[in-house]
């Protein structure tokens, strides 16, 4: 009959925390929303910094690869680096005269 009631105290000291536990946890996460790098991410792209900041890290990052793949060659550095100018300017150069074509013609005359 001890034994009895040993397991039966055990049962309802364990159920007991269990059931204080799984108030804790959700009164935790009903008060606090969880925020991601998606939404910090998305909240920054609306900011007036985003293009310049954004910009720096891609050519810093660009560079620091040249420099990675160049492996202290400099004439090697130089000409993946120029490689990388001469498709940019390209790619600038088709979209300048795409954004040509697509202006509507003004309705003055």
Do not use: C
């Not at 009903?30 to 910090?40: C, E, L, M, Q, V």
């Not at 310049?52 to 000409?79: C, E, G, H, Q």
């Amino acid at each position: 009959m001890a034994q009895k009631r040993s397991t039966s105290g055990r049962k309802s000291s364990s159920s007991s925390s269990r059931s204080s536990s799984k108030k804790r946890s959700s009164s935790k996460s009903s008060s606090s929303a969880a925020s991601t790098f998606a939404d910090y991410y998305h909240a920054f792209s609306k900011t007036r910094a985003f293009v310049p900041v954004m910009s720096t890290l891609v050519i810093t990052v660009l560079v620091l690869l040249d420099l990675l793949f160049a492996w202290n060659d400099y004439d090697r550095f130089f000409k993946i680096l120029g490689f990388e100018l001469l498709i940019v300017g390209i790619i600038w150069v088709i979209g300048l005269v795409l954004s040509f074509g697509e202006s509507t013609p003004s309705s003055g005359k």
